[in-house]
Nanobody, 125 residues
């Protein structure tokens, strides 16, 4: 059974940092495209892709809003993917979801098959 479990969310001040982790089980992470989505609070807010690493490790995507601040990485030995978030802003407040899919991906139009339950990140002073 494919399972993704996120951790590392919490409350942080603007300008601060957090590192999200996503532990995978039931499958081998290094054969999957893996990444992160987020959904901000409020009506009409859709889930949006933040970052992902292609299964071949030959492509990494970042949303424009997080480029230069967020870094995605994975540790295949631990079957875990990370999202290092620096210089956090109020608008980064959202539920962050880990996601994985066995297919390759090379664009912002990525909608994976497997999802975690999400972890809350709140940026507030």
């Amino acid at each position: 059974q494919v399972q993704l479990v996120e951790s590392g969310g919490g409350l942080v001040q603007p300008g601060g940092s957090l590192r999200l982790s996503c532990a995978a089980s039931g499958f081998t992470l290094d054969y999957y495209t893996v990444g992160w989505f987020r959904q901000a609070p409020g009506p009409g807010k859709e889930r949006e892709v933040v970052s992902y690493i292609n299964r071949n490790d030959d492509y990494t995507y970042y949303a424009d809003s997080v480029k230069g601040r967020f870094t995605i990485s994975r540790d295949n030995a631990k079957n875990t993917v990370y999202l290092q978030m620096n210089s956090l802003k109020f608008e980064d407040t959202a539920v962050y979801y880990c996601a994985a899919d066995p297919r390759e991906a090379y664009s912002s139009n990525w909608w994976p098959r497997h999802w975690g339950q999400g972890t809350q990140v709140t940026v507030s002073s």
